[in-house]
């Protein structure tokens, strides 16, 4: 089993190339878990596992039979949400996988998985992220516009160019036309299983 590990800045369309790939290369989906609440449109076990802060405490703690692998807690204007990769039954598969998520929790992944992780690092330039930051605030019942501001500022610091760096990598894929930003991956992707 590889891992397909999706990663990028928000609002640089890692979403949507998640959800386009994941199908294109008929891989299984791994689902991150998280106490933040389900936005409108969001899924419960498709988007993210959705769990309250009492069951992550019990990850936290080891209290669960699943493993913590890693798990971050942003302070956002609306209190602490926590993002974490869980050893669950997800990962019991031979089959490839993809996950998404932030340099950070690629790091970990990459530490327990050793060298069966494959990092694809979506960029885009800053001022096109705002402006579809904004756009999909907008389209929220609540737009929450301070929490789109706090996590667009701590992006440039967790995407430092010394983080992509110190975490090794070198492919970058430019999220300018959707497709062929796709194919780039595609071809990549299928390179480094060989």
């Known amino acids: 089993m590889n891992i397909i590990y999706i990663m990028g800045k928000s609002s640089s369309g890692k979403d949507t190339i998640f959800n386009i790939i994941k199908n294109k290369l008929k891989v299984n989906t791994y689902i991150m878990y998280t106490t933040r609440p389900i936005r409108e449109g969001e899924v419960p076990g498709e988007t993210y596992n959705y769990i309250s802060d009492k069951e992550m405490q019990e990850y936290v703690e080891g209290k669960n039979k699943n493993k913590l692998i890693e798990s971050r ?36 992944v990459k530490e327990y998985f050793k060298d069966k992780v494959i990092p694809i690092y979506i960029e885009v330039e800053d001022g ?49 036309e959707l497709h062929r930003c796709i194919d780039e991956i595609i071809e990549y992707v299928n390179k480094q299983e060989k």
């Open 73 to 108: 807690t942003y302070q956002t204007i609306h209190g602490p949400w926590t993002y974490a990769t869980i050893a669950d039954e997800q990962f019991n598969t031979q089959e490839d996988l993809i996950m998404l998520g932030t340099l950070e929790s690629y790091n970990k």
């Open 128 to 176: 096109i992220r705002l402006e579809r930051a904004l756009k999909r605030e907008k389209e929220q019942k609540e737009p929450k516009y301070t929490e789109l501001c706090r996590r667009f500022l701590a992006d440039s610091k967790d995407f430092s160019e010394e983080n992509i760096k110190n975490a090794g990598i070198e492919k970058r894929f430019q999220n300018i």
